[in-house]
């Protein structure tokens, strides 16, 4: 079998402030093939964010890839000297990130930010840059796009400033696109329309995606595989349905419930997960969940549990497995109303 | 994109800060900055050496010379002879007590002079942004014209009109420099303004006013001690440049300006005698600044870095 | 400025909703700048000759006892029409100053005052615009640098010396460099090497006050230039430039500078004033004949024409510096639009 076009091996991040050692990404390894759809999911500050600046060695000071290895094509980003690290970013590996509105330099031409993208690297001459600007703006479906990239940022509306963003990011073709949260400052519908629009992307160009997100409804819309964070390392992964219809780890099983179905009756039983995400500098012994886990038992706060396959192709970090905890312990939880809006939004962006 | 249902995990605020340490923890990282402490220690000590020098003059203690006493046949005396710590100025008078007498009035007049630029800009300030509307834009408009206006030429005008007492000197720095802060308590009432406890208020029949009084205070009591203490040094420095231009304090009161001004007549043959004073001047000032730059950064909690 | 093309009109900038071309826009804004700074030239005019004229004592008074006697003073103010009331006076120097008549000096017998300022023009003007010519450049540049290589000894040295150049009156400045220069320097090559010897010239005299007067702008330059290009690199947007692979040169100048560099334009109006401000002082400090010395003269002697037609040309200059500014603005930032 051919390699991966990604494998990070042990890849650790960490933050060195006067509060102490923030470990960001804390030894996580995966892989991602070709034309693979990837998410990770988790809440803020699990280093899912982290875990892509490393991928693009943009780790903000005071943070550093402290080890481990980033294998793009079996060569080792994390070992890059300047220059080849420049022309990695944006031609292997292109980046979208969350905020569409602050993304983009608020004083310089959408079609000039596009532009520079391509003229940064070799793949394409200075005349074929400008001449692809308009047929890009076009793929993402901005219209009346030769007027449109002599526009300033402002001009743009959010969902099109998000589809400029796409489209600089698949200006040189890159075999990897990592979506940093791309919808989350964007209305629903608009959400959807650009979900829709790196799934075809995805099955026209034929470019992988990791999507980084907290909104497991979008993971079900676009990606194949999913992998879930929890402090700085990996809890569980798995192909999408798999993880959908029979999570593991309970931290899985949480975000899953935390989610209102749109099949099922108005009223739906959410789990909300109590409690705060530990602190990074100083994290909990044993499994990093425990403090938060409805199921843990004794082991869990003494020792943490390897990330052990749990089914074909499922891996997941825990003593326990939601499997053997019985149906009626499940349920023990607190009723929240969904409203039948939010269920419809929900639905539109599922749907997408 | 209201979202009714809990559908992100992003909603869990973890991260919320306690509002109820905010004093407490902009003390903390004042005091983890070196250079505003080192800027804290010398404006006290200052201040203390001034303080403990009218003392001293007052009692007639004989621990310092008296600052007007002249001695003709000790004149222009380096550091440290015939018992003049710091020389002796043309007249033979004592530059250490000088200096520090004038310390007192550079302090003085630097802190004096806030309160004008309180009561003025608060004033103002309020006003513009309580009322709104033709109010507002009438006395934005007054700060866009003060604005325009050379402001050290308007104060040497006034200065010597007026004749140069202590009193006229910080009234008027005082009356010039108040649109600062004008304009920072007017921003902080139309953003207070804005929020809907305050149509809340209206609503139910109690005084807007009050509302946003009890709103003001905290969020605009951190910008307005950092503009307070950025206009000491200046208030001090407008101080000694009129003296130094010859229409501030009147001599023989031993004011820093005056000292520069008397020195620097005979900088080529005694050029310790204008030192001196400069340097007590760009300490203090340099002091307060320090303090300046850390209540920014410790009371802006987004300045940290 | 740049007109939005069916983009929302959100920002509600524009006051003006007609399509109009930009120059015409362009013709309009300044026109409106200019009719707007005679409200404010009246205001100073006004002001300053209230303050004058309602002081006690008169411009007549002379120090230490030995007072002109009754029938000069008489004659004086008949001849610079003092003599009569005060709203006629003031309505003959509005109508005089329109008409760019600032009237005769007090303390010059004779000599008009648009002469005394021509005469004077030259060396302000010169050393003005030599310590903006050092403002600009440096304060950036040292700014800059600081901020793209912040915490490390480069850095450390900018702010320092900023802090220091920002708090330390330029007054002392100028002393301090009169002592090193030529104090000191004069002792050790018996040469009075950097002091004007009395007139004015561009030659090596202008080194001192130039740089006494640069240095508070520098610092207050390079200050607010290092703070808000430190603040613009961590925008997501230089990270977008950095995820693009672009060449650093690059990130710098057109995603950095670019938007760096907006809050410093606006704050070379406020620089234009400082250096009008300093300029009273140094000229003092280094007995250098220009309009700001020649002011302190007039103030110290009460000669009312000389200070009012000084402050007009001064609001007027500051007045038009911030329209420059403006303009500027509007060139830089695409976002704010002439309104």
Known sequence: MASPLLRVEDLKTQFFTSRGVVHAVDGISFEVNRGETVAIVGESGCGKTMTAFSILRLVPDPGRIVSGKIL?????????DDDEVREFRGNDVAMIFQDPMTSLNPVTKVGVQIEEAMTAHERFSVKEAAARVVPLLKQVRIPAAEQRLKDYPHQFSGGMRQRAMIAMGLSNEPELLIADEPTTALDVTVQAQIIQLLKQLNREVGAAIILITHNMALVASLCQRVIVMYAGRIVEQGPVEQIFDSPQHPYTWSLLRSVPRVDHARAERLVSIKGLPPDLVRLPPGCKFHPRCRFKVERCEREEPPLGDVAANQLARCWVLMRNVPEEQREETKVVEVSHEAAAELKQADTA | ????????????????????????????????????????????????????????????LPFLQDYLTQDPANSDLGFFSKGHIL???????????????????????????????????AGVGLTAGYFGGRVDNLLMRLVDVWYAFPDLLFLLVVVSVFGASLLTIFVSIGLIYWVDLARLIRGQVLSIKE???????????????????????????????????????????????????GAGIVPPTPSWGVMIQQGYESIFA??????????AIAITMLSFSFIGDGLRDSLDPRMRR | MAVAKGAPARGALLSIRLPRSRGANLALYIARRILWMIPVLLFVITLTFLLMHLAPGSPWDRGGGRQL?????????????????????????????AHFDFGLSYQYENQTVTHILLESWGPTFTIGVLAFALIVPFGIG????????????????AVGFSTFGASVPNFVIGILLIIVFSVEAYHLTGGNVFLPPGGFGLDFHVVLPVIALATLPIAYIARLTRSSTLDVLRQDYVRTAWAKGLRERLVVMRHVLKNSLIPVVTALGPTFAFLITGSVIIETVFAIPGIGRSFVVAVSSRDYPMILATTILYSVLIAVANLIVDLLYTVIDPRVRLS
């Open chain 3, 142 to 157: 040292i700014g800059v640098i600081a901020a793209l290589r912040q915490n490390t000894w480069v850095d450390f040295l």
């Open chain 1, 72 to 80: 793009f094509k079996d060569r080792d980003v994390a070992k890059m």
């Open chain 2, 87 to 121: 020389g002796s100025d043309y007249l033979g008078r004592d530059i250490l007590s000088r200096l520090l007498y004038g310390a007192g009035i550079s302090l003085t007049i630097g802190v004096l002079t806030q309160f004008i630029y309180l009561a003025i800009g």
């Open chain 2, 195 to 245: 929020k809907e406890f305050v149509e809340g208020a209206r609503a139910a029949g109690s005084s807007p006013l009050k509302i946003i009084l009890r709103h003001l205070v905290p969020n605009a009591l951190g910008p307005v001690i950092v503009s307070l203490t950025f206009g000491i040094p200046r208030a001090i420095f407008l101080e000694a440049t009129l003296s130094f231009l």
């Open chain 2, 1 to 60: 994109m209201a979202v009714a249902a809990p559908t992100t995990l992003e909603q869990i605020d973890w991260e919320n800060p306690e509002q109820i340490g905010l004093w407490r923890d902009a003390w903390q990282r004042f005091r983890r900055n070196p250079i505003a402490v080192i800027g804290l220690f010398m404006v006290i000590t200052i201040t203390l050496l001034a303080i403990l020098a009218r003392i001293v003059f007052a009692f007639h």
């Open chain 3, 69 to 97: 006697s009754a029938t000069i003073v008489q004659n004086l103010n008949t001849k610079y029409g003092l003599d009569k009331p005060l709203p006629q006076q003031f309505e003959l120097y509005i109508w005089n100053v």
């Open chain 2, 270 to 279: 005694h050029p310790e005698e204008v030192l001196t004073p400069a340097i």
